[in-house]
Nanobody, 119 residues
Framework: QVQLVESGGGLVQAGGSLRLSCAAS????????MGWFRQAPGKEREFVAA????????YYADSVKGRFTISRDNARNTVYLQMNSLKPEDTAVYYC????????????WGQGTQVTVSS
């Protein structure tokens, strides 16, 4: 089993930055693809960014391209999401997720961290 714990959320003004962290425990996740998702009130959960187990491949939703950066530190068993130029529409609960590369659906999920961007 893998446990994922997000941190780093909070309240920030539009144009500001936050860095989210996702700490994994239970087993190393260096062979797991990792992703960030978010869910705003009244909306479905949506994909934000993903990074392959090697870190070489990164994927972003169009809405965050150029503003968000996903990274990982396998030595620390941690994944990060650097969020710059934040907008009010980025307000959501952000979730970290992980899966083995051979699996299509994300298997492990964190409890989420709230990000609120004020205008």
């Amino acid at each position: 089993q893998v446990q994922l714990v997000e941190s780093g959320g909070g309240l920030v003004q539009a144009g500001g930055s936050l860095r989210l962290s996702c700490a994994a425990s239970g087993r190393p996740v260096n062979n797991y693809d990792m992703g960030w998702f978010r869910q705003a009130p009244g909306k479905e959960r949506e994909f934000v960014a993903a990074i392959s187990w090697s870190g070489y491949n990164r994927y972003y939703a169009d809405s965050v391209k150029g503003r968000f950066t996903i990274s990982r530190d396998n030595a620390r068993n941690t994944v990060y999401l650097q969020m710059n130029s934040l907008k009010p529409e980025d307000t959501a609960v952000y979730y970290c997720a992980g899966k083995l590369g051979s699996v299509q659906e994300y298997t492990y999920w964190g409890q989420g961290t709230q990000v609120t961007v004020s205008s």
